[in-house]
Every structure is written in structure tokens, then in C-alpha cells.
């Protein structure tokens, strides 16, 4: 097992090392909870025994706490003894307060895209199951945690045609190994804008800012308007100047590379779509929650549209399902979904994410039958299947071990990230700072919530 172990092999995608901790994190959650959901109301109850559930609803305040542990700027309401005020100054240089946001993993940089990614997952997450989160208690903390990172965004988007995408030098920030509270670099910016485009940035930054507007509408703490015309701006630029963020500014191909914006502008056409009350157009969009398994006030042409994607992802389910004829092989001997060894877990636990949302879908939609090639499935084959990711992560796997830090009793000690491997009384700074991550020692803060992104399969 290599769980996050002080990672030297620098290949593709430091950036998304966030959206594999925070969206698996939430996927552990929407699935627990689900199960916990099911215990308690639900006349077929899975054949999970009740105390374990209770247990892995649990987690769900574990894994909130991670979003604390990532949080730049003054902090209010900290939970984490060891976090403190930090990137203060960030975005002053072009006189923007871009002090909030989280960093990424286990760095300092904030990646706009990842983020806001983050950001509608977990936005997602809260619509679709914000009555467990709050069953938990834990509603608010989502909340508040969504919002600082909607803060963030809206004010990286100072103008209609321009978006900051990234706060520090990645090339500068791996040279130092200091907490986020100590760090004394310059902190340049990166902003995608008409001349320079970033499609597929700027989309992501719509849907996060599109689906929070639907958050924040009920509870009105925050302007929710102002968000969705943001989201509305930066759809418009995104689709206007169609260019790939990272073929603009080529330097971010090593950290955070894209492979197109395609996928991004329909998911914030989908994501507007549903936070304008459908006034936005549905020829954008792909995929629509409630219409998805027939619409019936939309025109044929838009419900050929809409079967077809149907069909996409009932392919996908059953790739997913184990045994299905057409499950795909990409997974261990243990059943967990596994792709590449870079962040291994990101994979199974989006995958379960999806399943479970989607046998959700089966439910309320009375869509009783999934068919993969003559052989039919019911909603409570994918509910295991998603169960069975989660599961694993948080111990049912040959170690023995929660991938999910600071849950358990045996979890992975010396995850890579800055702040949780050095003392906070350290005094070593940026280059000298490496002799903690050298450190044979157990980190001396618990990156609480973190799931580790590389644990190597048995
Ligand atoms: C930036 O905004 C935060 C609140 O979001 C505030 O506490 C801080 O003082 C502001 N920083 C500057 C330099 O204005
Ligand atoms: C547009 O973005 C590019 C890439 O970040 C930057 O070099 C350029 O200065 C920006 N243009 C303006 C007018 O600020
Ligand atoms: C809320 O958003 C609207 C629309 O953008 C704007 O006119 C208004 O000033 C905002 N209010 C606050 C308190 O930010
Ligand atoms: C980034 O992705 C593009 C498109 O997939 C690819 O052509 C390019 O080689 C990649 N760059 C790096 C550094 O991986
Ligand atoms: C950390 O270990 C690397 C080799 O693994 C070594 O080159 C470096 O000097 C060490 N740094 C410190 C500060 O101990």
C-alpha cells in the first residue's frame, strides 16, 4: 500500500488531485447516506446490518472537515486546531480579493478548475441529498463550505469577458515544502479572457456558480442571482471563444491539462438549464434530471436527444455493474473499479456516486428495469454496486485500512499535503520545509476527511 506516501513521481494532473479527495468524499457520503436513509425508512432494507450503516453515515461529518483543512484566507468558525489565516494577500496585485478558495491536495495553488468542479459536485451532492445531509446535522457545514468557494469564484470573474484561473506558480510551489500560514512567495495569477480563451474553465466556473445559485435561492444567505448571472457570463464567454485553456497558455498543460471543452459546456448548459427554471434552452442540454427518462412537453427532435443519452449512460451503468455482459474489466480482484494508478480512487468512487444517483432516478422516475444485453438489473443492483466502492474505501479491502483519513481506527499517516505533514511551531521555510516531508515520522496533523489518491490494489 502507497496511500498518498510522499509522492516524487511528478506525472500528469497535480490539479486534480482535490477533486479526487472532495468528490470521493462526497460520493462516500451520498452513498452512506443513502444506505442510512434506506435503514430507516425504506420497507426493503439492504442486507447490510444497521450498525454498520449508523456508523458509515457518520462519516459524513469526517469528510466535511476536509474542505476546513483546505480553506485559504481569514478563516471564520475554524474547526481544524492546526489551520490558520493564510493567502491574505492573494489576487492583490491586480486588486482582487481572491483570498478565500481552498488549495489543491496536498499544495498550495489555487487551481480555478478543479475548484469549481469541486464545487458543483458538491453542489449536486446537496440537492439532491441535503434532507440526509441534514438528518446529520451537517447541512450548514456543506453550505458554508460551497460558499467559500462561490466567494472565490465571483471574485475571479471581475469582468463579463474575464476569469482568473489560478492563484501561485505551481513550478515555485513544488520547490517548497511550508505550511499554507507560512508561506512568503509571490503569488502571480492567471486569468483565461477573449484573446487567450479557456472554454472549458469558464464553463466549469458557470456550472458551479449556476447550481450553488440553486442552493442559495432557498436558504437566501447569499445573493443568488448574482451568482447566476455570473454563471450566465461566463457560459456566454465560454461558448463564445471556444479554445481550450490549456492550449492558451500551454505552460498549465504539466498541471492541469485538458483534453477539451465539449463535456463542460454541456454540463453548464445542463447546470443553467435547471438553475434558470428551464428558461435556458434545452437544445444545450444533454442530460436532464427529471426528463431523462422521457420527456413530455418537449419537442421529438429534443426526446431523440434526450434518448440517446439515456442510452449513453445506461451503458455505463451496465459497464459498471458487476457480471453484466457488458461490465467493463477495469476493476480488481477485489471488485474495485480501477483505471490508472494516478489518484486510483477517483474512479470507483465517481462511479459510485453516479450509480447511486442513478438508481435514485430509477426510483422516482418508476423506471423498474435497467437492461444490459438481455440481462435486466433493478435499482438495488447498482445501489450495491455503489456500496461496495464505498465500502471499500472506508476498510472492506484486503488492508484492512480506511482510505479516508481520519476515520477508523487505521488510516494512512503519511498522506503527501503541506500542512498536515510539518508541526505548526516549525520554523523551517520553503526549501528546508522538505525535511518533514522526508520525515519517517507520522504526519503530525490528520488531514481529517482526506481520501488518499493513490492506494495500490491487492
Ligand atoms: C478579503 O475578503 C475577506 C472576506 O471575504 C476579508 O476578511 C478580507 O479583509 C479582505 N481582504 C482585503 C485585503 O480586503
Ligand atoms: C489575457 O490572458 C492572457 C493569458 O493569461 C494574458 O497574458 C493577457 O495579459 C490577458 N489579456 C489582457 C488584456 O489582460
Ligand atoms: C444581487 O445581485 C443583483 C443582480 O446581479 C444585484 O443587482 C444586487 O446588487 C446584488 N445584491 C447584493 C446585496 O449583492
Ligand atoms: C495535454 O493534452 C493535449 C490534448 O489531449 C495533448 O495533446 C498534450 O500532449 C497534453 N500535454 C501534456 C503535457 O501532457
Ligand atoms: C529529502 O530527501 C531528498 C532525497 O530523497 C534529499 O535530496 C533532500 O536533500 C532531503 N531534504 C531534506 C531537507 O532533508
Same mark, same amino acid.
Given at each position: 500500500?502507497? =496511500?498518498?506516501?510522499a509522492?516524487?513521481?511528478?506525472?500528469?494532473?497535480?490539479?486534480?488531485?482535490?477533486?479526487?479527495?472532495?468528490?470521493?468524499?462526497?460520493?462516500?457520503?451520498?452513498?452512506?447516506?443513502?444506505?442510512s436513509?434506506?435503514?430507516?425508512?425504506?420497507?426493503?432494507?439492504?442486507?447490510?446490518?444497521?450498525a454498520?450503516?449508523?456508523?458509515y453515515?457518520?462519516?459524513?461529518?469526517?469528510?466535511?472537515?476536509?474542505?476546513?483543512?483546505?480553506?485559504?484566507g481569514?478563516?471564520?468558525?475554524?474547526r481544524?486546531?492546526?489551520?490558520?489565516?493564510?493567502g491574505?494577500r492573494?489576487?492583490?496585485?491586480?486588486?482582487l480579493?481572491?483570498?478565500?478558495?481552498?488549495?489543491?491536495?496536498?499544495?498550495?495553488?489555487?487551481?480555478?478548475?478543479?475548484?469549481?468542479?469541486?464545487?458543483?459536485v458538491?453542489?449536486? =451532492?446537496?440537492l439532491?441529498?441535503?434532507?440526509?445531509?441534514n438528518?446529520?446535522?451537517?447541512?450548514?457545514?456543506a453550505?458554508d463550505s460551497?460558499?467559500?468557494?462561490?466567494?472565490?469564484?465571483?471574485?475571479? &470573474?471581475?469582468?463579463?469577458?474575464?476569469?482568473?484561473v489560478q492563484?501561485?506558480?505551481p513550478?515555485?510551489?513544488?520547490?517548497?515544502?511550508?505550511?499554507?500560514?507560512?508561506?512568503?512567495?509571490?503569488r502571480?495569477?492567471?486569468q483565461?479572457?477573449?484573446?487567450?480563451?479557456?472554454?472549458?474553465?469558464?464553463?466549469?466556473?458557470?456550472?458551479?456558480?449556476?447550481?450553488?445559485?440553486?442552493?442559495f435561492?432557498?436558504?437566501d444567505?447569499?445573493?443568488?442571482?448574482?451568482?447566476?448571472? &455570473?454563471?450566465?457570463?461566463?457560459?456566454?464567454?465560454?461558448?463564445?471563444?471556444?479554445?481550450?485553456?490549456?492550449?492558451?497558455?500551454?505552460?498549465?498543460?504539466?498541471?492541469?491539462?485538458?483534453?477539451?471543452?465539449?463535456?463542460?459546456?454541456?454540463?453548464?448548459?445542463?447546470?443553467?438549464? &435547471?438553475?434558470?427554471?428551464?428558461?435556458?434552452?434545452l437544445?444545450?442540454?444533454?442530460?436532464?434530471?427529471? #426528463?431523462?427518462f422521457?420527456?413530455?412537453?418537449e419537442?421529438?427532435?429534443?426526446?431523440?436527444?434526450?434518448?440517446?443519452y439515456?442510452?449513453?449512460?445506461e =451503458?455505463?451503468?451496465?459497464?459498471?455493474?458487476?457480471y453484466?455482459?457488458?461490465?467493463?474489466?477495469?476493476?480488481?480482484e477485489?471488485?474495485?473499479?480501477?483505471?490508472?494508478?494516478?489518484n486510483?480512487?477517483?474512479?470507483?468512487?465517481?462511479?459510485?456516486?453516479?450509480?447511486?444517483l442513478?438508481?435514485?432516478?430509477?426510483?422516482?422516475s418508476q423506471?423498474?428495469?435497467?437492461?444490459?444485453?438481455?440481462?435486466s438489473?433493478?435499482p438495488?443492483?447498482?445501489?450495491?454496486?455503489?456500496?461496495?466502492?464505498?465500502?471499500?474505501?472506508?476498510?472492506?479491502?484486503?488492508?484492512?485500512m480506511?482510505?479516508?483519513?481520519?476515520?477508523?481506527?487505521?488510516?494512512?499517516?503519511?498522506?503527501?499535503?503541506?500542512?498536515?505533514?510539518?508541526?505548526?511551531?516549525?520554523?523551517?521555510g520553503?526549501?528546508?520545509?522538505?525535511?518533514?516531508l522526508?520525515?519517517s515520522?507520522p #504526519?503530525? #496533523?490528520v488531514?481529517v476527511?482526506?481520501?488518499?489518491?493513490?492506494?495500490?490494489?491487492?
Amino acid at each position: 500500500m502507497e =496511500a498518498g506516501v510522499a509522492e516524487q513521481k511528478k506525472s500528469k494532473g497535480w490539479c486534480w488531485y482535490l477533486i479526487v479527495f472532495v468528490i470521493g468524499a462526497l460520493v462516500v457520503a451520498a452513498a452512506t447516506l443513502t444506505v442510512s436513509k434506506n435503514f430507516r425508512h425504506s420497507a426493503k432494507p439492504t442486507s447490510i446490518p444497521g450498525a454498520i450503516v449508523e456508523k458509515y453515515a457518520d462519516t459524513l461529518e469526517i469528510i466535511l472537515q476536509f474542505f476546513d483543512v483546505q480553506k485559504s484566507g481569514k478563516l471564520v468558525n475554524n474547526r481544524i486546531a492546526w489551520r490558520g489565516d493564510s493567502g491574505l494577500r492573494d489576487g492583490n496585485e491586480e486588486n482582487l480579493n481572491l483570498s478565500k478558495g481552498m488549495y489543491d491536495a496536498g499544495d498550495l495553488i489555487k487551481f480555478g478548475f478543479p475548484m469549481a468542479f469541486m464545487a458543483t459536485v458538491l453542489s449536486w =451532492a446537496i440537492l439532491e441529498y441535503g434532507d440526509h445531509i441534514n438528518a446529520e446535522k451537517q447541512l450548514e457545514h456543506a453550505q458554508d463550505s460551497l460558499k467559500w468557494i462561490t466567494d472565490y469564484l465571483i471574485n475571479a &470573474h471581475p469582468a463579463a469577458n474575464v476569469l482568473y484561473v489560478q492563484v501561485g506558480d505551481p513550478q515555485v510551489d513544488h520547490n517548497c515544502w511550508e505550511r499554507p500560514e507560512a508561506m512568503t512567495e509571490k503569488r502571480p495569477l492567471v486569468q483565461v479572457n477573449m484573446s487567450f480563451p479557456g472554454a472549458e474553465v469558464a464553463a466549469e466556473t458557470a456550472a458551479a456558480m449556476a447550481s450553488a445559485s440553486m442552493i442559495f435561492k432557498i436558504i437566501d444567505f447569499t445573493n443568488s442571482s448574482m451568482l447566476l448571472m &455570473h454563471a450566465q457570463q461566463l457560459f456566454i464567454l465560454a461558448n463564445t471563444y471556444r479554445g481550450s485553456y490549456s492550449v492558451s497558455i500551454p505552460q498549465l498543460q504539466k498541471y492541469c491539462n485538458s483534453t477539451g471543452y465539449g463535456d463542460e459546456l454541456l454540463w453548464a448548459a445542463t447546470w443553467l438549464y &435547471h438553475a434558470t427554471e428551464k428558461q435556458f434552452s434545452l437544445k444545450y442540454v444533454l442530460l436532464s434530471r427529471i #426528463n431523462f427518462f422521457g420527456a413530455k412537453d418537449e419537442s421529438t427532435s429534443e426526446n431523440l436527444d434526450l434518448q440517446l443519452y439515456r442510452e449513453s449512460s445506461e =451503458a455505463i451503468m451496465c459497464a459498471l455493474v458487476p457480471y453484466s455482459p457488458t461490465a467493463t474489466s477495469s476493476r480488481t480482484e477485489s471488485g474495485l473499479i480501477w483505471v490508472s494508478e494516478w489518484n486510483s480512487l477517483q474512479h470507483p468512487v465517481a462511479s459510485a456516486f453516479l450509480t447511486v444517483l442513478y438508481s435514485d432516478y430509477m426510483l422516482t422516475s418508476q423506471t423498474e428495469t435497467l437492461y444490459c444485453n438481455g440481462k435486466s438489473y433493478k435499482p438495488e443492483d447498482l445501489h450495491k454496486f455503489a456500496i461496495s466502492q464505498a465500502y471499500y474505501v472506508l476498510g472492506n479491502n484486503p488492508m484492512k485500512m480506511s482510505y479516508l483519513i481520519g476515520y477508523g481506527s487505521s488510516y494512512p499517516q503519511y498522506a503527501h499535503h503541506r500542512g498536515s505533514s510539518i508541526p505548526v511551531d516549525a520554523k523551517t521555510g520553503c526549501r528546508d520545509g522538505f525535511k518533514w516531508l522526508n520525515s519517517s515520522r507520522p #504526519n503530525p #496533523n490528520v488531514a481529517v476527511g482526506a481520501l488518499v489518491g493513490r492506494a495500490l490494489p491487492q
